[in-house]
């Protein structure tokens, strides 16, 4: 049996929150080996990343989530009881309940709510002062994802939900004041959502045909009983918090519209070229950083031991930055995609293997989509100025994006 490498500290913990993104990157280039064991909350703890490392943790066979996910995380961003946290049948079963949500006809709702709402807003902006992009798109697609899913939301209520929805996904990997928002936040959202199920499923809030509320709200499972309403309320969060998150995407691809300005024509020109540079805003931002599980029954692989119950932590955005698979990684170059198949366990932003019968992002293409029609917007849509502010990225920082979220001046609309 090959000797694992070692990461020597008695716990690494904090150093990951503190390393951030390179953490697993920068030991697996420090040991020159792409598998390593260290400590993390105290417990023993195998790092992978690389493609071949992405086909075994997508094995089912060899792994499972129960129990996988930090506690810190599910107080904050998933959420208890949810698919997230599935194995096997009642997997498959939940996951299924997802993907009939994602129908393209459904996706393409989505997106035609999403420009609507767009165009709605230019005029506001061209009368504003600095518009805070982040902040400005989170609000819009808390409205977008409450009327797509069905979930009555009055105008009164879009800040305070915005805010709730961005505060669980900026808690999960931070300590402090943050983190604790996070959980106040999923507290009170969850007990938000409960209270709709259950005035849906008595009759008194009827929900859209195939909507995710109505879809979520009558689910069965494999034993025919309804969801309990708490899980309900954690599975429809697990369609309006990551909606909005996608809302720091979209940030990204106007960053890097505006360091890779020759962009912005290509991607007017031609969808393919759109497409590609989506890619690589997936492929080159730091988003979601580790997937994590445990080994279901000891193997060995690649001369390591691997044994029952061990944690193990996937690198995403270290695989996206594997410079085996993206020659010179660090740069942004969206013609990388050019003629290339990508395979499932290469471009892992949202996980890699199979949507249905893994964990892999059940939102991937509502991305996609989403930060397309973004790219239109802010190149065909609007003019817009981006002021001397801090631009940079603080790889330190679980979710990364620059403090201020990127403010757009002088808008101007093209209509
Ligand atoms: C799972 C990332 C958007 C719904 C995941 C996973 C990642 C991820 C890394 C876990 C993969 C794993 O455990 O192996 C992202 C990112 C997004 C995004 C970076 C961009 C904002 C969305 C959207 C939706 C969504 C828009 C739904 C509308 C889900 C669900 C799961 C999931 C339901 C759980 C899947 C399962 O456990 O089987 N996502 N996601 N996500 N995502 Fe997303
Ligand atoms: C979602 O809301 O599900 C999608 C986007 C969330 C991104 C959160 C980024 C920071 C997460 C650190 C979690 C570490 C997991 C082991």
């Not at 709510?113 to 982040?134: N, Q, S």
């Not at 402090?176 to 999923?186: D, N, S, T, V, Y």
């Not at 279901?296 to 996206?320: A, E, I, K």
Request: hydrophobic content about 40%; proline content about 7%; charged content about 25%.
């Amino acid at each position: 049996m090959a000797t694992m490498p070692a990461d020597r500290s008695p716990d690494s913990t904090l150093a990951l929150l503190r390393s951030g993104y390179r953490f697993i990157g920068e030991r697996c280039e420090r040991y020159g080996s792409d598998v390593f064991r260290t400590r993390i909350l105290l417990a023993p703890t195998i790092c992978l990343r690389g493609r071949p490392a992405a086909k075994l943790f997508y094995d089912n066979e060899r792994f499972e989530r129960a129990t996988a996910m930090p506690m810190r995380v599910q107080r904050t961003l998933t959420g208890r009881g949810g698919v997230q946290g599935l194995d096997g049948p009642e997997h498959r079963d939940r996951k299924a309940m997802f993907m009939t949500i994602m129908t393209p006809t459904a996706i393409r709702q989505l997106g035609q709510l999403f420009d609507d709402e767009w165009l709605t807003r230019i005029p506001a902006w061209e009368g504003a002062g600095p518009v805070r992009l982040y902040d400005e798109l989170g609000r819009l697609l808390t409205r977008v994802v409450c009327a797509w899913a069905g979930v009555p939301l009055p105008a009164s209520q879009v800040d305070r939900r915005a805010v709730e929805l961005h505060a669980m996904i900026e808690a999960p990997a931070v300590v402090g004041p943050r983190h604790w928002r996070g959980r106040l936040a999923r507290h009170r959202a969850e007990r938000w959502l409960a209270a709709l199920i259950e005035r849906t499923r008595a009759g008194f809030s009827p929900a859209p045909a195939g909507s995710a509320l109505a879809v979520i709200a009558e689910h069965r499972d494999r034993r025919g009983e309804l969801l309990p309403r708490r899980i309900a309320a954690v599975e429809l969060l697990n369609v309006l918090r990551p909606v909005v998150a996608v809302d720091q995407y979209l940030v990204f691809a106007a960053l890097a519209l505006h360091d890779h300005p020759a962009w912005r024509e290509r991607v007017r020109d031609d969808d393919e070229t759109a497409e590609h540079f989506v890619q690589e805003v997936r492929r080159y931002y730091p988003f979601f950083p580790i997937a994590a599980a445990r080994v279901r029954r000891s193997f060995d692989w690649q001369g390591h031991h691997f044994p029952r119950g061990r944690r193990v932590l996937l690198d995403l955005y270290g695989t996206n930055h594997h410079p085996s698979l993206w020659p010179q990684p660090e740069l942004f170059r969206p013609d990388r995609f050019a003629g290339r198949r990508v395979d499932p366990f290469e471009l892992i932003p949202q996980g890699g293997g199979d949507h249905r019968t893994g964990h892999r992002c059940a939102g991937e293409w509502i991305t996609i989509e989403l930060m397309k029609r973004a790219v239109a917007n802010l190149t065909t849509a609007m003019r817009y100025d981006i002021g001397a502010q801090n631009l940079a990225l603080d790889l330190h920082r679980m979710p990364a994006l620059p403090p201020i979220g990127l403010t757009l001046t002088n808008i101007r609309g093209t209509a």
